[in-house]
């Protein structure tokens, strides 16, 4: 599988009901586990003080991360993403963790 850097970034409509982005919150942390427990969400990450997420996903190629993966997210209709494929540096210090 292939590694991505994701960022998203969620904005719901002007007045939309309350009890609904609720409802879509609850069932987005309900499929993020599944999607962890598959192998999909590696890491997630919200920077301190913005209301934006960066996680580590992997999938088969960018395509399957979109169609199959992050478009299965509940709060998917009102993100926008940034998606980076990312590979190992061979400098990186957890690498050779990895590879071991």
């Known amino acids: 599988m292939k590694e991505f850097l994701v ?3 969620t904005t719901f ?5 309350q009890a609904e982005i609720d409802r879509l919150r609850a069932a987005e942390a309900v499929r993020a586990r599944e999607l962890a427990a598959a ?8 920077p301190v003080g913005e209301m ?7 999938a088969a190629d960018e395509a ?11 709060l998917h209709p009102f993100m926008t993403d940034r998606i980076t494929a990312v590979a ?3 400098n ?5 963790e990895s590879e071991a």
């Open 92 to 96: 990186d210090p957890g690498r050779a």
């Open 39 to 46: 192998g999909h969400l590696v890491r997630l990450w919200r």
């Open 64 to 74: 399957e991360l979109h169609e199959k993966v992050l478009g299965t997210l509940p």
């Open 7 to 9: 960022e998203l970034r």
């Open 13 to 17: 409509p002007e007045g939309m009901d």
């Open 88 to 90: 190992p540096h061979p």
């Open 52 to 58: 934006r997420s960066i996680g580590l996903w992997r």
